[in-house]
């Protein structure tokens, strides 16, 4: 394990700090987590900002299996929730939340799903964790952690309310 | 591999639940600025229309457009019953173009199951109804129709429900898909029609059966009324359109014993005035035109689910 | 001059091996060695084989004149020796309908011009199959294709007076009415056996009654007016307790059964796939099992196949488009051999009492379905029963290949077919 739920939290506070700063202020956040990992800690980090703030972010989810570029390579995935906040996107910030950024697919699809919602002012994105090998010129502007891997291993984390409980750990060359 | 969607019994609990709770997210689709998604893009479905049927086409049509897929719509002149084009050669002018899904229509009991099986095509195939035999999506819009408004769109959500079906069963593919899909759901399906209308052999149905409307309906969640032809008559299998109208049409006074929260359905085109009256069809309960809406959405469901990755997610094996 | 043919060590309706020699024709001797030194002979090792009558099949479609695409009487003689038979029925239902003693003597004409079996023209009851009007039986009857089996096969004649009329009719020159059992109204649009499993394909059924109704009527009006009658293919237990029922009366009532209705069930039919799609349709195990009964108790007379060739396009389509019938000729005795002879419900004997003497009788045909017996016409099939094939359509000797048997492993081999002394088939192949 290489972090345990202490470490979570502390990540999420600071990210939460950080967006805030970066942002300057709440005003015109939107917190969009890409399922499944990714919608409770954008929950998190938008309880965090409203105890600081005493405002209420927006928080939605933004589900991008039909924008991924291995759709075709692997059986037809289930759909996984897509919930736009009541404001919607156009004009805001949009902030993507995302537990592990690896190869940077993902954020790509994301990107392009966004780009069929609306048109947010700027789009940024937090993740828990950035293990590295990047495949396409993207990077996070808020991580939790960094944490240098191999090919070979695997990332996993688990969430309280998702999960047993909250976690990140490193898996070895697994067999099955 | 699971490839064509011919009869609702091929699906299994999972596949049509799954299903169902695609065509939940897809449904959001329509409330967006973009009502497009990318996931059949380069692919090509194309609508084999034997039998004329405007609607089932056009939302066919809606939903292979919305996951952008490319769009043939194909009406053969003529089924091959009246000796116009055949299906197999009409089959495998599709097979040239490279098509990746054909929906079929066609007159004929078993021509969808036909065209899966021949070799003529490669392509995934979905029966959009086949003589009297069956008419998948049909149930499937249906099925999510109800469980949207009595199972609160969760994962058996249709467990125990009671759903009375009236009308002409016998010449009925929306009947027969609806039977076996609704069964596979877990809810109880009563059939109403009058015994001429009753196929032979309906004891081994998974359904209960029943000569009385009156009886059946206050029990039931939902009502779906069927389309029945003034043409049975010739047939003799009801004596009047006003006997059977008397017998098993749903009228106001009917509707006024439904419990509160049943809702009334029925697949299209309607004969009002037979089977249904028209305040009954203009109602609240009536959930006539959401069913159109839903069509779309589920039909964008079995069309990704079959054609979005390497292989399909549902549907029969063959 | 004719070869002589000597068969050695062939066991004749399954008894104990012996020598059959066939000369100018005739069986000229039986276990004896009656050869001269003087002939030329050939010689026929048939350890392990059985010898039985030449079979005589009386419901055949040869199509010809009019579907030359589907069969001809030349391709349908062909398959008919391929199956061992040496004399076939050819059914009416031609175009033009073989309703004139110009139509029949032309089909028996034929026949003896391709000369690998006997073709025996059945004449139509009506005028065109119409049912309407009686054809002109007697100027068929009278005409060198001597018709004693008449039918509308293909259709039923449903008309209870025309039926009276045509039964009381050809006793003047002792016919017999061969009749489709099939009530039309019941019947209209019908795809395949009504039952479970017709509701659940949605296709439209062909209900039993359609069948047994009409064999009822037909027995009633039969013993009313002391006449003949043969119902074709029984297809239902049902029928088989009219025919049984009518038998223990005294009634002159003759039944048939086909092959594909001794094995195959309408099961089948859920592939969709009209290979199965046959009129009488495709019934249940209950029937087939009622039929193989009846076929072991006598109830049920003989086999017929109902050879029923269609082109390509007429079967590769949709199965209500599709054309009903199926091939029968080459695998009837394969299928008799694996449904009755297998399961010992009926001996060698008996196969040749169902396949050759009582269809020659009910027939009246003089030459054929003769006991094997020293004088007697050399019409005579060899068959290995413990061969196996596999039916491949593609090796059949009809145009046609509509048989639902592709696939199949079945009992069983015609190894010779000999009419009147001249093998039509040998080593398996045609001469
Ligand atoms: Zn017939």
Redesign the pocket.
């Known amino acids: 394990m290489v972090l345990d739920a202490r470490d979570i939290t502390r990540a999420l506070t600071r990210i939460s700090h950080e967006i805030l700063e970066r942002n300057k202020g709440a005003d015109d956040l939107v917190l969009l987590g890409i399922p499944s990992r990714g919608v409770p800690l954008a929950e998190r980090i938008a309880e965090r900002i409203a105890s600081v703030e005493g405002y209420d972010v927006p928080v939605g989810s933004l589900d991008v299996t039909m924008y991924r570029d291995d759709l075709r390579m692997k059986p037809a995935r289930a759909l996984l929730p897509t919930k736009l906040p009541p404001g919607g996107i156009d004009g805001r910030t949009v902030v993507l939340v995302d537990d592990v950024l690896f190869s940077g697919r993902t954020i790509r699809a994301a990107l392009d799903a966004l780009n069929d919602i609306g048109r947010p002012r700027a789009v940024r994105l937090a993740v828990l964790v950035d293990r590295g090998h990047r495949e396409l010129p993207i990077r996070a502007d808020f991580v939790g952690k960094n944490l240098p891997t191999s090919l070979v291993e695997r990332v996993k984390v688990t969430l309280a309310g998702v999960d047993d409980a909250d976690a990140v750990t490193i898996f070895g060359e697994v067999a099955s | 591999m699971k490839r064509h969607l011919l009869s609702a019994g091929d699906l299994t609990r999972d596949d049509a639940e799954l299903i169902l709770s695609t065509a939940a997210e897809l449904r959001e689709l329509a409330d967006r600025p973009i009502k497009k998604l990318p996931a059949l893009r380069g692919r090509t479905v194309v609508n084999l229309f034997f039998e004329d049927s405007t609607r089932t086409r056009i939302s066919f049509e809606a939903a292979a457009k919305r996951l952008s897929a490319d769009v043939i719509n194909f009406a053969a002149k003529g089924s091959s019953l009246s000796k116009g084009e055949s299906l197999k050669d009409t089959a495998l002018t599709l097979e040239a173009m490279g098509a990746d899904a054909v929906v079929v229509r066609h007159g004929a009991s078993g021509a969808p199951h036909l065209l899966a099986n021949s070799g003529w095509v490669r392509s995934s195939v979905v029966n959009a109804g086949d003589g009297t035999h069956e008419h998948p999506t049909q149930a499937l819009l249906d099925a999510f129709t109800m469980w949207r408004h009595l199972g609160e769109s969760k994962p058996g959500g249709l467990e125990g429900r009671r759903i009375a079906i009236v009308g002409d069963v016998l010449h009925s593919r929306v009947a027969r898909s609806n039977a076996l899909l609704l069964n596979t759901l877990g809810a109880e399906v009563t059939l109403v029609a009058p015994p001429t209308l009753m196929p032979v052999g309906i004891e081994s149905w998974p359904v209960q059966t029943s000569y009385d409307l009156d009886t059946v309906i206050p029990k039931a969640d939902a009502v779906m009324m069927l389309r029945v032809q003034r043409e049975r008559m010739q047939g003799g299998f009801f004596p009047t359109a006003r006997e059977y109208s008397r017998r098993y049409g749903l009228d106001g006074r009917r509707m006024a014993t439904l419990q509160d929260h049943t809702i009334v359905m029925h697949p299209g085109p309607m004969v009002r005035g037979m089977e249904i009256t028209a305040d009954v069809a203009d109602s609240s309960r009536s959930v006539i035109v959401e069913q159109v809406t839903n069509g779309v959405a589920v039909r964008m469901a079995v069309l990704y689910l079959l054609l979005g990755g390497s292989e399909p997610a549902v549907g029969g094996e063959e | 001059m004719s070869t002589t043919y000597l068969i050695k060590n062939v066991r004749v309706l399954g008894g104990e091996p012996t020598d059959l020699l066939l000369r100018d024709g005739v069986i000229a001797d039986l276990g004896g060695r009656a050869a001269s030194a003087s002939e030329r002979i050939e010689t026929i090792d048939a350890t392990g084989l059985i010898a039985l009558p030449g079979l005589v099949d009386l419901h055949t479609h040869l199509r010809e004149p009019g579907r030359e695409d589907a069969e001809t009487v030349e391709t349908g003689t062909r398959a008919a020796a391929m199956g061992g038979f040496t004399a076939v029925h050819a059914m009416a239902n031609t175009e033009p309908v073989a309703d004139t003693a110009g139509v029949v003597e032309q089909v028996w004409r034929l026949g003896r011009e391709a000369g690998f079996c006997d073709v025996y023209p059945v004449g139509a009851v009506t005028v065109g199959l119409q049912g309407e009007k009686l054809a002109e039986l007697g100027a068929m009857a009278d005409s060198a294709a001597r018709v004693r089996v008449f039918s509308d096969?293909?259709k039923c004649v449903s008309d209870a007076v025309l039926m009276r009329r045509a039964l009381e009719y050809v006793k003047a020159f002792d016919g017999v009415i061969a009749q489709?059992a099939q009530e039309p109204r019941l019947t209209e649009g019908a795809q395949m056996n009504e039952g479970e499993l017709s509701g659940k394909l949605g296709l439209t059924g062909w209900p039993a009654v359609a069948e047994e109704a009409i064999i009822a009527r037909d027995c009633l009006l039969a013993a009313h007016v002391g006449s003949r009658l043969h119902v074709?293919?029984v297809s239902t237990a049902g029928s088989v307790e009219i025919v049984r029922d009518a038998k223990r009366k005294g009634w002159d009532v003759t039944a048939e059964a086909c092959p594909h209705h001794l094995i195959l069930t309408d099961e089948l039919a859920a592939t969709y796939d009209p290979i199965y799609k046959v009129?009488p349709p495709l019934r249940t195990a209950a029937d087939v099992e009622a039929l193989r009964a009846g076929l072991a108790d006598g109830t049920i007379d003989i086999v017929a196949t109902?050879h029923a060739p269609h082109p390509h396009e007429d079967k590769d389509c949709e199965w209500a488009a599709a054309a009903f019938g199926m091939l029968g000729l080459e695998t009837a005795l394969s299928i008799v051999q694996a449904t009755m002879v297998d399961p010992g419900l009926l001996d060698w004997a008996g196969v040749a009492e169902r396949m050759s003497f009582a269809p020659a009788r009910i027939g009246r045909v003089a030459d054929h379905g003769r006991p094997i017996e020293v004088g007697e016409p050399a019409n005579v099939v060899l068959y290995d029963p413990a061969a196996r094939r596999t039916v491949d359509p593609t090796e059949s000797a009809s145009l046609s290949r509509n048989t639902p048997y592709r696939g199949m492993e079945l009992p069983g081999r015609v190894v010779a077919t000999f009419l009147r002394g001249r093998p039509t088939v040998l080593d398996g192949a045609l001469v």
């Open positions: 096969d293909g489709h074709c293919h009129n109902d």
